[in-house]
């Protein structure tokens, strides 16, 4: 009989304690989170979509080449002399044209690793996470802010900038060989006037072959 | 009564005494559906419906209710057809009717008959009927299941109503609803306390203990919502039924919550009385404490189906047999003494 009353007294107890949590619970605050309308801070560091500033990208191709799943294709153009393409913000000196910079978000594991390599701090990641598409060639992300035309102006530029240079490298080494010709003739006949010194004579035939 | 039907004058009123606790029960049944889903929610540290109609997605049971009325009306095959299609509007009507002897003011009863408590009584044993009704008719060996534990259930829990109803009506001694709650008027009990029937004897508070306990079971609410048990039954007897006649056995089961937890109300905590006593009185405050006192019940029993698990069937069959009857039968003779002897 005692232990119908002790059992009795336990269940009692134990419903209105489960009752007093319930209630506690039902004036206690909410946890939910009315997701479009509201959204949950993402933590320092969080990895999600990546950004370029391409106003600070040097073209260094380090990004590219840290990627571990090849999703950054970066394509550049030497600028020519009569460019100048300014600095970045953290002052280094921009060299080239950025005609592609693409990245493939399809493609991305968000390792971070290309985050970190950059000189210039110009890709990282934003808090940004809704950017899913029908179309998985809406998820490449195109980051290069010249036109097609300027693209193709740029290139052609670069190309006779450059066959002009080869040129003109061509023709200074063809002068340098030519003026070192000169010298060693006139050396030579030196050497015979004077029945000089066979060692230097060595040494300045050593560059000669380098140069061929 | 006969004679009113057979007499076209009285059809009007009639039918408007009749959509008064129709209306009644479909607007209470919209915000009850709501209401328990933001218990729930409250309970489980969410928010519940928060989007349809703006306000904490108060138009959300307005919206599944349109989502239903829409819905294929489907009958198994090797179901038997009329018993199938007729079930769920025999439950809403065992439901409906009892209505009639609720006294919801003091201005409006829908029939103020001598033997209210009686009828109210059975009248609702037609639930356990359409219960059993729908579940042999769905030809579903769940839904079948679901139907024998209901009806072993409210067959049981039965006795411990009745028997604290009985204690009730020993100390009020009336079996009209109307006079029971007029008797409760005043603020005279101990001084202070309003003249409502819990406070006037030690042993009815015992009495609505064992009442409270048993209409949870009548009405199918956790712990002992058995005929209906969703994790192992898939809905009981429930399961077949689809669309407008599903939603007519949820509107039912609400308004079986809602008519139970008023005589609750009436029998315990004095009807449409005013705690304070005349202040606050009259027929529109009446009904709004009535309302009020019916609310909180329905707003407990939400309470405790987010609370409790539920009982196994021989724990169910224990709890009523060896435990609330005889307490109730006990209880009955010991307010009769105290009756007598104060």
């Known amino acids: 009989m005692l232990y119908v009353f002790k059992e009795g007294w336990n269940t009692f107890k134990s419903i209105f304690t489960g009752m007093g949590i319930t209630i506690r619970?039902?004036?206690?605050?909410?946890?939910?989170?009315?997701?479009?309308?509201?959204?949950?801070?993402?933590?320092?560091?969080?990895r999600a979509k990546l950004h370029v500033n391409i106003d600070d990208c040097i073209g260094c191709n380090l990004c590219a080449r840290a990627c571990p799943v090849n999703c950054i294709h970066?394509?550049?153009?030497k600028a020519t002399d009569d460019v100048d393409l300014g600095k970045t913000s953290t002052g280094n000196p921009k060299r080239f044209w950025l005609t592609q910079f693409d990245i493939d978000m399809a493609k991305c594991m968000y390792c971070d690793f290309c985050v970190h390599p950059c000189p210039t701090d110009c890709i990282y990641m934003v808090p940004e996470y809704e950017y899913s598409e029908v179309e998985r060639t809406n998820l490449v992300y195109h980051f290069s802010n010249l036109e097609p035309a300027m693209v193709a102006e740029v290139k052609e530029k670069a190309e006779e900038e450059a066959e002009r240079k080869k040129r003109e490298r061509e023709e200074k080494m063809r002068k340098q060989a030519e003026a070192k010709k000169k010298k060693e003739q006139?050396?030579?006949?030196?050497?015979?006037?004077?029945?000089?010194?066979?060692?230097?004579?060595?040494?300045?035939?050593?560059?000669?072959?380098?140069?061929? | 009564?006969?004679?009113?039907?057979?007499?076209?004058?009285?059809?009007?009123?009639i039918l408007v005494h009749a959509a008064i606790p129709l209306t009644l029960i479909l607007v209470y049944a919209l915000v009850a559906i709501w209401g328990e889903r933001k218990v729930a929610g409250f309970i489980q540290d969410r928010l519940g419906p928060m989007r349809v109609g703006g306000w904490h997605g108060w138009a959300q049971s307005i919206a599944d209710l349109l989502k239903l009325l829409q819905k294929e009306d489907i009958v198994p095959h090797n179901a038997s057809r009329f018993l199938f299609k007729f079930a769920p509007f025999m439950m809403f009507a065992a439901s409906y009717a009892a209505f009639a002897v609720i006294p919801f003011s003091s201005a409006y009863i829908g029939s103020n008959i001598n033997i209210g408590v009686f009828y109210l009584l059975a009248v609702t044993s037609l639930l356990t009927l359409s219960i059993i009704m729908a579940a042999w008719a769905s030809n579903n060996k769940w839904s079948l299941l679901g139907g024998m534990r209901s009806a072993a259930q409210m067959v049981s829990y039965e006795v411990p109503t009745i028997a604290t109803v009985l204690t009730v009506i020993v100390v009020a001694g009336s079996l009209n609803l109307m006079t029971v709650t007029e008797m409760q008027a005043g603020n005279d009990t101990l001084g202070f306390l309003p003249n409502w029937l819990i406070f006037q004897n030690p042993f009815l508070i015992v009495a609505f203990g064992i009442f409270f306990v048993s209409i949870l079971a009548e009405a199918h609410?956790?712990?002992?919502?058995?005929?209906?048990?969703?994790?192992?039954?898939?809905?009981?007897?429930?399961?077949?039924?689809?669309?407008?006649?599903?939603?007519?056995?949820?509107?039912?089961?609400?308004?079986?919550?809602?008519?139970?937890?008023?005589?609750?109300?009436?029998?315990?905590?004095?009807?449409?009385?005013?705690?304070?006593?005349?202040?606050?009185?009259?027929?529109?405050?009446?009904?709004?404490?009535f309302m009020l006192k019916g609310l909180l019940l329905v707003f407990v029993m939400m309470w405790i189906r987010w609370t409790l698990p539920r009982y196994r069937v021989d724990q169910l069959m224990h709890i009523c047999w060896s435990i609330l009857i005889p307490l109730s039968f006990i209880n009955l003779v010991l307010v009769a003494l105290w009756e007598v002897i104060f």
């Open chain 2, 1 to 13: 009564m006969i004679h009113f039907a057979a007499n076209t004058t009285y059809t009007l009123p």
């Open chain 1, 74 to 77: 970066i394509e550049t153009v």
């Open chain 2, 221 to 289: 609410r956790v712990p002992f919502d058995l005929p209906e048990s969703e994790s192992e039954l898939v809905a009981g007897y429930q399961t077949e039924y689809s669309g407008i006649r599903w939603a007519m056995f949820m509107l039912a089961e609400y308004a079986d919550m809602l008519l139970l937890s008023l005589l609750g109300a009436v029998l315990f905590f004095g009807g449409w009385n005013s705690p304070f006593g005349d202040f606050m009185g009259g027929p529109v405050w009446g009904f709004f404490w």
């Open chain 1, 186 to 212: 006139a050396k030579k006949k030196e050497a015979e006037n004077n029945g000089g010194d066979e060692k230097d004579d060595e040494k300045s035939s050593n560059p000669k072959k380098e140069d061929s």
């Open chain 1, 25 to 46: 619970h039902f004036f206690g605050p909410s946890v939910t989170l009315q997701y479009p309308t509201e959204k949950m801070e993402l933590p320092k560091g969080a």
